[in-house]
Structure formats: structure tokens, C-alpha cells
């Protein structure tokens, strides 16, 4: 047996594969739609089509830094302005929500994402309500609260160490 008969293509075959799908395929086209429909519907649930991103993550993206004396949550929207965004506190849970609008009205093809969103974060009774800054630059929001008086003097550091 030579070594030309275990590898899967010969002389006179092609080694590019094909491609996953032909766009001119109905069923491939009713495929396409039927995921861009569930993935619609499902957005407004919070819950996103992993195939569709690469990911299961909510969106947006956060990052929440908790000191003795506030809790700062960072969210990442990109492309979006301060006037497409509302963040409002209420029973101890951040709410941000918003909608990206769509900048061409009939893209061929599209992987960017549009639509409206919305993401709560639970962040806890330590927190003034009274005391809360948001600020927007360059599609990062930063949303700062201070904790109560009270929450801070609670907060108390344990040295690790032989007993």
C-alpha cells in the first residue's frame, strides 16, 4: 500500500472543501431564517443563541468592582450613544436597557448586532439609592453607587493566618 492511498484526495481531486450551505439552496435559506426568528424572539428573554455569537453570555458584557465604599458596574456597548441607553435602580436590582438601531436598512449580509436589550444585576441592600452616577464615554458605561454609611462600617477585613 503506498502512502498516497491513505490521504483522502488523489491527483486528480480537488483539495478545497466545499462550502457549509449554498446560498441559493432553499433549504439552506429557510434554515438561515428559521435561526435569525428564534434568535429575535429569544432576545427579548435575555437569552442569546450561542451559534449565532461563538457564546452563551448575556449581553451586554459587565464588569462589577466592589470596594468598602461603592460598587462600580462597567458595561460595554459599543456603537451605541447615552440617549439609546437607560439605567435605573429599583428594589436593590441595576437595570440597564437600551436599543441599537440598525445603520443600513438592507444589508446582504450581516453579523453586527441590533436590536433592543436588557440586563438586571442584582446589587445587594448596601447600596444608597440616592447616591448613584452613571457616565457614558466612547460606548462604555460606568455606573457608580455608594454604599450606605452604615454597609461601610459593617465592612470588616479577616487576616489569613496560622491560628
Given amino acids: 500500500m503506498a502512502f498516497t492511498d491513505l490521504i483522502p484526495w488523489g491527483r486528480n ?30 432576545r427579548g428573554f435575555g437569552v442569546l443563541n450561542p451559534s449565532r455569537f461563538g457564546f452563551s453570555e448575556t449581553w451586554p458584557h459587565v ?3 466592589e470596594t468598602d465604599k461603592d460598587v462600580v458596574v462597567v458595561a460595554e456597548l459599543p456603537g451605541m450613544e447615552e440617549k439609546d441607553v ?15 438601531k440598525s445603520e443600513s436598512n438592507t444589508p446582504v449580509y450581516t453579523e453586527r448586532w441590533h436590536g433592543q436589550f436588557q440586563r438586571s444585576l442584582p446589587i445587594g441592600p448596601d447600596v444608597d439609592p440616592d447616591k448613584v452616577s452613571a457616565s457614558f464615554k466612547n460606548g462604555v458605561l460606568t455606573v457608580t453607587l455608594a454604599k450606605r454609611p452604615e454597609a461601610q ?11
Fill in 13 to 42: 481531486r480537488s483539495l478545497t472543501t466545499p462550502r457549509f450551505g449554498n446560498e441559493t439552496d432553499p433549504f439552506f435559506a429557510l434554515s438561515r431564517d428559521m435561526n435569525r426568528l428564534l434568535d429575535d424572539f429569544t
Fill in 63 to 65: 464588569e462589577v468592582q
Fill in 86 to 100: 437607560d439605567v435605573s435602580l429599583h428594589d436593590s436590582m441595576l437595570t440597564l436597557k437600551g436599543e441599537k
Fill in 153 to 163: 462600617r459593617q465592612a470588616k477585613r479577616i487576616p489569613i493566618g496560622a491560628s
